[in-house]
């Protein structure tokens, strides 16, 4: 492929593991390299984040699934890539020297309209990330257990105010920042159109949702779990649509799918 097929403008490797089969990994590099025309290069999964650091590679979508993901490791791709990132997903139950990652892309990858993490600690450094993200338009937060700090409702309201305008797509299913979902609705600012939340915590949370829809008037999609309170889904449902969150997840993978062919 390296000398007889040098036109490709889509590669896809949905299986990049070095300890596999390691004399694999220079010939991809080489196929790689000798693509004049390749724009996007997209890595679906990474199983050895050791040497990710031999790659030098400019990257518009970076996605890597991996336990654990070694932080280091990544960072020289994320600045090698720098505002040409646009989609990034690190999904991992644990993440090594996870500091490093915000301060780098909050220096180096301004551009990401699509941002999917999990173990993330609401510190700082990570709303620095966020409020310098300004052409963020899908946001996924995972595996979030607790947010840091003596004042937990401060840090959710912080967090709401900082979302960008150009924010479309929010899931929090499985973040515990759905236990301040009232502070999140009453202090951002986002135009959002769909919202994964998993429960809207009792009337209150449902008061909120309601306000946010008058207030901002973008909201139209809410997944939520399919056990809702009926009443409380019937006055919601005046405001916005409530569907299970599954076959919101499905819609709005088409939504980015589609979003992903004009990259």
Same mark, same amino acid.
Request: aromatic content about 10%; glycine content about 2%.
């Given at each position: 492929m390296?000398?007889?097929?040098?036109?490709?403008?889509?590669? #896809?490797?949905k299986?990049?593991?070095?300890?596999?089969?390691?004399?694999?990994?220079?010939?991809?590099?080489? !196929?790689?390299?000798?693509?004049?025309?390749?724009?996007?290069?997209?890595?679906?999964?990474?199983h050895?984040?050791?040497?990710? *650091? !031999?790659?030098?590679?400019?990257?518009?979508?970076?996605e890597?699934?991996?336990?654990p993901?070694?932080?280091?490791?990544?960072?020289?791709?994320?600045?090698?890539?720098?505002?040409?990132?646009?989609?990034?997903?690190?999904?991992?139950?644990?993440?090594?020297?996870?500091?490093?990652?915000?301060?780098?892309?909050?220096?180096?990858?301004?551009?990401?309209?699509?941002?999917?993490?999990?173990?993330?600690?609401?510190?700082?450094?990570?709303?620095?990330?966020?409020?310098?993200?300004?052409?963020?338009?899908?946001? *996924?937060?995972?595996?979030?257990?607790?947010?840091?700090?003596?004042?937990?409702?401060?840090?959710?309201?912080?967090?709401?105010?900082?979302?960008p305008?150009?924010?479309?797509?929010?899931?929090?299913?499985?973040?515990?920042?759905?236990?301040?979902?009232?502070i999140?609705?009453?202090?951002?600012?986002?135009?959002?159109?769909?919202?994964?939340?998993?429960?809207?915590?009792?009337e209150?949370?449902? #008061?909120?949702?309601i306000?946010?829809?008058?207030?901002?008037?973008?909201? *139209?999609?809410?997944?939520?779990?399919?056990d809702l309170?009926? *009443?409380?889904?019937?006055d919601?449902?005046?405001?916005?649509?409530?569907?299970?969150?599954p076959?919101?997840?499905?819609?709005?993978s088409?939504?980015?799918?589609?979003t992903?062919?004009?990259?």
């Amino acid at each position: 492929m390296a000398k007889n097929t040098t036109k490709i403008n889509a590669l #896809k490797l949905k299986v990049f593991c070095s300890n596999y089969n390691p004399r694999l990994l220079p010939a991809r590099i080489c !196929i790689i390299k000798s693509q004049e025309q390749l724009r996007k290069f997209r890595i679906l999964r990474i199983h050895d984040c050791g040497n990710l *650091n !031999i790659l030098e590679a400019s990257l518009k979508t970076l996605e890597i699934t991996c336990y654990p993901i070694y932080a280091p490791s990544i960072v020289p791709i994320l600045k090698k890539s720098g505002t040409l990132l646009q989609r990034l997903k690190l999904y991992s139950f644990s993440t090594r020297e996870m500091s490093l990652l915000p301060e780098t892309l909050k220096s180096f990858c301004p551009n990401i309209t699509y941002l999917n993490l999990t173990n993330v600690e609401f510190s700082t450094q990570f709303f620095e990330l966020i409020g310098n993200l300004q052409k963020l338009q899908f946001l *996924n937060l995972l595996d979030i257990y607790e947010i840091l700090g003596d004042e937990p409702k401060i840090l959710a309201m912080m967090f709401a105010k900082l979302l960008p305008v150009t924010l479309q797509y929010l899931d929090l299913r499985r973040s515990c920042i759905r236990s301040y979902i009232d502070i999140l609705f009453n202090n951002c600012y986002a135009p959002l159109k769909y919202l994964l939340i998993y429960r809207l915590k009792g009337e209150k949370g449902a #008061k909120a949702l309601i306000e946010f829809c008058i207030r901002r008037k973008t909201l *139209n999609y809410v997944g939520v779990s399919i056990d809702l309170d009926d *009443n409380i889904k019937k006055d919601v449902e005046k405001y916005v649509t409530l569907i299970p969150w599954p076959v919101l997840e499905i819609l709005c993978s088409h939504v980015l799918m589609r979003t992903s062919l004009l990259i």
